[in-house]
Every structure is written in C-alpha cells, then in structure tokens.
C-alpha cells in the first residue's frame, strides 16, 4: 500500500475531489481525518470509509476560523499521534464580472480559498517539521495559472494559493516537508455543475473546450494527489501539476 | 519492453532483466539518425505486437558558456536532446495512430526547461524545445487519446553528473532547497505515475 500507517487530513473532504481521495488514501492505507464545515457529509464520508474496513474520523472545519483549525490539529494528535498529509482541498467557486463582484463576497471567497489554505499550511507544517517530514498539496487550479472571464475573483485566490505553495515549500525544504500545488481544470462535480449554468454551456460542452474533449473526473484528480502525497515524489516539492486534458499546454 | 541504447550498457541491463525473469529486447540505436528510430519502433512492434508507452530519455550533458562552445558541440548538443526527442516522438506518434487505442509518451525535459543557468546554453536550449515540443504534441493529439508529458528532474546523482568535483557538486546540492541532490529512483516513480 502506498500510504501505509500515515495520517492524512482533507479539507472539504465531504463530497467531490476531497471524498474521493478521502476514500482512495484509506484504501491505500492512510487513516483519515475528514473535515468539512457540513457535518452530515463529513460524517457520510467517515462512514463510507468504514464500511470498505477504513479507518477515519469526522472533525468539522470551518478553514477561514483559525480556532477550527486548532481543535483539528489537536484532534488529530489525539487520536492518531501524527501528521503526515495534509490535503487543503476546501474551496469555493464564483464566476461574474468584475464590476459586478461585491466586497463581501470577494472577502468571503478570499477567507475560504486562500487564508484557509494559510491556516491550514501554518498549523499543520510546524508539526510536520517536528516530525522531519511531510507533505502538503494544495488546491489551486488552472484559473491560478492562466486568465479567462469572469474569473478576476476566483483567479485571483488561486494564484495566491500557487504561490503561497512555492513560498512555503522554499522555507521549509530543510525541514523535510514538502507542498506542491494541483491545478485541475473543469472535473466532474458540483463546481462544473455550477459553471455550466452560469455560462449557459451543457458540461459536455465545457468538456469538448479542452484539448482531450472531456470534463476530468475526481479520480484523474485523486491519483495525482495521492502521487504527491506518497514518498513516491520525494524529490518533488513547490511545483505545479496540472489535470487539465491539456488545456495549460496550448 | 525495449531498451534502446546507443552504448552497449543497455544489452547488458536487457540480460540481467531477463534473467531475473522480465521480458525485454535490447536494440542499439542512435536517436538522431531517423533510419535507426524507424527501425526502433517496427522492431518493437515486429516484438511485442504494439507500442503503448515511448520514453524518450535520451540526453547528453553540455555546459559550456557560449564564447566557448564549439558549432559543432551545439549541433551534437541539439541532435541528441531535442531532435532525438522528435524523431522518436514522431514514429512512436505514427505507430499510436495507427494501433487507434492512444498511447502515453513521457520526455526528458529539465529544470533548464524553464530556468536557465551559466554554461547550460546548448543544452537549456535543447531542453526549452522539449518543454514546447511535449505542450505542442499534446495539444495536438490529445482528442486522439495521446499524452504527452515532461519530466523535467533537478540534478539528479546519475553518470551525467559523474564529471562533478566535489566543489561543483555542492553548488549543485545548493541549488536545491531540499538539501541534497534527487535520486533515479525520485524520477522513476514520477515516470510509472505518468
């Protein structure tokens, strides 16, 4: 198994690309804690876990509250010892003009996607550090790489999280813990539900805009992470990979 | 699988595989003359009765500034790194079209695919080229089920690096903030992953 006996935290891990890697690290030997600021699909998510003979628990998370994220590292240690993996996947989505975003919800979306992933990078790493090793992968995504309408907003927090990744990894490479960044482009759930009534395309359609000519699936995405999240990338750390069926490389 | 080496090693590394029980076929090839890719990829084919993988890994190490690199230590730096990569792209592409199933390529890009360095002038530039050869072909053939993907490793403690003395081998272990030079085995599994 390639996650034997590690201990892996997932933001957002209730539904989509989180539960989905959530219940790929258990299979692959990995003890989970599931966070989600939903307490019913986090708790669905431990269960789901369980009953394929996983093992995992629920501690709800809301990323932008820095006292939540004291009480999952204190958790954490508490039922498991140890941090090896930390996945900040949480995220929300939110396409509209520029002139039309509100102040509000620009700080709002800006407390979820980026000072959570500062949060979630600033409690666990310390412990990581202490432990000699690490790794953390954080959700970026192609709006962090590239510009497209309607994305000033969203971008703008995922280009944060690229480079935050790149910062952190430089400081705390002599500490063994590693943090790399993943880019997906439009996968298969809520998010490119969501796109696809905003922009009035069907999600085939957002699909066939991509060179491969498909929407990514959570698994494309929860194979790449497990690969960062494995001593398998041990000499892998503050860069970018992208699951995008080809869209950066045009 | 196919080995396919310019030098003898790779018969040897062929034997002991099969000796320990793995399937393989050395065929000696030097990738920048187009006759002997060809015959790479139809001897693989005549072999094993297809092509699903193609690893072009192929390069040679120059660092030499560029006031002081010879026209033809360019020209043999390009051959082998970047136009070694297209010629054994191009028929491996062939063949995958062909079998209609897709098929997965990975190139030795490097660091100095993007980032540049005293001395690495022919060989940053070789390595640029496969960055945007690899994007391009992925592009283009990705609706047909062909990824195409770099890897691009550090510095890596392999035979390329051999020449180092131990000043220059701790300039190159500070280049790197995780400490230490990265090992084969650090690229191979990001190969198997690809």
Redesign the interface.
Known sequence: MRLENKVAIITGAGTGIGKETALLFAREGAKIVITDINEDSGNQAVKDIQSHGGEAIFIRLDVSKEEDWKKVTEKTIHSFGKVDILFNNAGIYIIKPLAEIQLEEWNRLMSINVTGVFLGMKHIMPLMAKQKKGSVINASSIAGLMGAPGHVLYGASKGAVRIMTKDA??EY??T?V?VNSIHPGYIDTGMAEYASKVTGSTKDELGKE????RLGTVKDVA?MVL?LASD???????AEFVID??AT?? | MVIADFSEHGQELSKQLNTDGYDTLFLKTDVTKEEEVKHMITETVKQYGKLDIMFANVGIANDNVAHELTFEQWKRTIDINLSGVFLSNKYAIEQMLKQGKGGVIVNSGSIHSYAGKKGVTAYSSAKGGVKLLTQTLTVTYAKEGIRVNAVCPGYIDTPLIAGADTEMRQHLINLHPLGRLGKPEEVKSCLIFS
């Open positions: 990894a430089i490479a002599p063994g590693r991509f060179p491969m000519g194979n690969f398998e990338s041990s000499y892998t750390t503050g069926g080809g490389a045009r």
